[in-house]
């Protein structure tokens, strides 16, 4: 399985972090579960639903880490999306790193892999 990224607000990872899990963001609790993006999706993601918000992280995390609660399913342009139907363990994560807006899109520089 890929590694799969969630992009969210620093300040909302770094209550996650304190707690030891990750609800999600508003919009994933509205849906009932977790929004996650490929490498090949995660720069669309953050130009449609982050464009212009600096602040932000881009959580790595191990697709297979997270079981059968994780789920593909068809959402933008018919890709398929992973999505988590529990919260996410702060421990099942890989890595967090600064996604930095440079005035006219974020900079993924070398972390998307």
């Not at 972090?17 to 995660?42: C, M, R, W, Y």
């Not at 890989?94 to 993924?108: E, I, K, Q, R």
């Amino acid at each position: 399985m890929p590694v799969i990224y969630k992009i969210a607000p620093a300040s909302l990872w770094r209550e996650a972090e304190k707690a030891g899990v990750f609800i999600g963001a508003p919009v994933d609790l509205a849906d009932g579960f977790i929004h996650f993006s490929t490498a090949n999706q995660a720069r669309e993601t953050a130009a449609k639903h982050f464009a212009g918000q600096s602040d932000l992280v881009l959580v790595s995390i191990d697709a297979k880490r997270l079981g059968a609660e994780l789920k593909w399913e068809p959402s933008r342009g018919g890709d398929l999306f992973p999505h988590l139907y529990r919260p996410l363990l702060v421990e099942e994560t890989s890595s967090v790193d600064p996604l930095p807006w440079n005035g006219h899109s974020h900079d993924f520089g070398a972390i998307l892999r």
